[in-house]
Structure formats: structure tokens, C-alpha cells
């Protein structure tokens, strides 16, 4: 099956719900149906050996929340936070995650038909990113695949 095929067959409705945001001058997009929460940018406490992209941890509301910061994990100029800044509490198979955006743009309802597959052009880093590309008006918006933003868990041989 296609990707563009498994797109569409992953939602039998004829219209989707995302939310769309902005990292620097670009326009990404999550299913709603991830989102949680939306809230702004809060300080995180660094962990020792994460990976470059992982800010570190926040509290939100007695649970520790990892936050990613999607420009450096897609490649892109890390942003220095301000108070301008967005984290976008997602959940992603069974773990909740934090994603610090620039900002959130709007809530897009977008049929099928508008929904593209990943150019064959692009490098299977961009593609392991971004799911597919929605045309909204003249603008091009990345469907970021949430599965891969996260680092592969490591499993330990003890059971705790």
C-alpha cells in the first residue's frame, strides 16, 4: 500500500482535524486527536545524557513531562524560548510528550483529497518526519509523524 493509500485508509472520515504551528518560518501540523493540551513555555530542567533535542522535563500538574524541542529534532535552528513560545502536550502511543513550538497558528479541517504523501525527493530523514503534506489555500503544511519524534526507548535487561 501506498503512503498516500495508508493516509487515507488510517481515517475511513471523508475530514480530519489538525493543529497547525510554526517553527521559525515554516508550517507544521499534528492530529488533533494527538493534542491534549496547549500551553506556554515553562522552563525545563535538563536530563543528563538526553539526546540534543530533548530540553529536558517539566511538572505539569504532579507528572513529569519530557519536552522536545521539534526545531532541533527536524533539523532546524534551535530557538532560544521566550515567553512567546508554545508547547504543544501530545501523546504519542502510550507517553504523554511536550513539543516547543514558535507558536500555534489554527485548528485546520482538511479532507482527504488535500491531504499528499511525502515527495519522493525527499531524504528518508524527512520522510521518517513528516507523514505527508496538506494544501491549505497556498500554503504547504508538514504533517509531522509523531511516532518518530521520539527517541527509541532503551530496554533493560532488569525488570524492576
Same mark, same amino acid.
Given at each position: 500500500m501506498t503512503q498516500a493509500a495508508e493516509l487515507i485508509h488510517e481515517h475511513n472520515d471523508n475530514t480530519r482535524e489538525f493543529v497547525s504551528f510554526r517553527i521559525g518560518d515554516q508550517e507544521y501540523c499534528v492530529d488533533i486527536m494527538s493534542v491534549r493540551e496547549i500551553r506556554g513555555w515553562?522552563?525545563? @530542567?535538563? &536530563? =543528563? +545524557?538526553? =539526546? +540534543?533535542? &530533548?530540553?529536558?522535563v517539566i511538572n505539569l500538574r504532579g507528572a513529569v513531562l519530557p519536552i522536545v524541542d521539534l526545531a532541533s529534532r527536524l533539523g532546524l535552528e534551535p530557538p532560544k524560548p521566550t515567553q512567546r513560545h508554545v508547547i504543544i502536550v501530545t501523546q504519542v502511543g502510550e507517553q504523554i510528550v511536550g513539543l516547543l &513550538? /514558535?507558536?500555534?497558528? /489554527? *485548528? #485546520?479541517?482538511? @479532507?482527504d483529497q488535500k491531504l499528499q504523501p511525502t515527495p519522493d525527493v525527499a531524504s528518508e530523514t524527512a520522510k521518517a518526519? &513528516?507523514?505527508? #503534506? #496538506?494544501?491549505v489555500d497556498d500554503r504547504m503544511i508538514r504533517y509531522i509523524a509523531l511516532e518518530s *519524534? #521520539? =527517541?527509541a526507548r532503551e530496554t533493560s535487561s532488569m525488570n524492576i
Open positions: 515553562t522552563p525545563a @530542567t535538563a &536530563v =543528563p +545524557h538526553a =539526546p +540534543h533535542y &530533548v530540553r529536558g &513550538v /514558535d507558536a500555534v497558528s /489554527d *485548528i #485546520l479541517s482538511i @479532507t518526519f &513528516v507523514k505527508g #503534506l #496538506l494544501t *519524534i #521520539l =527517541p
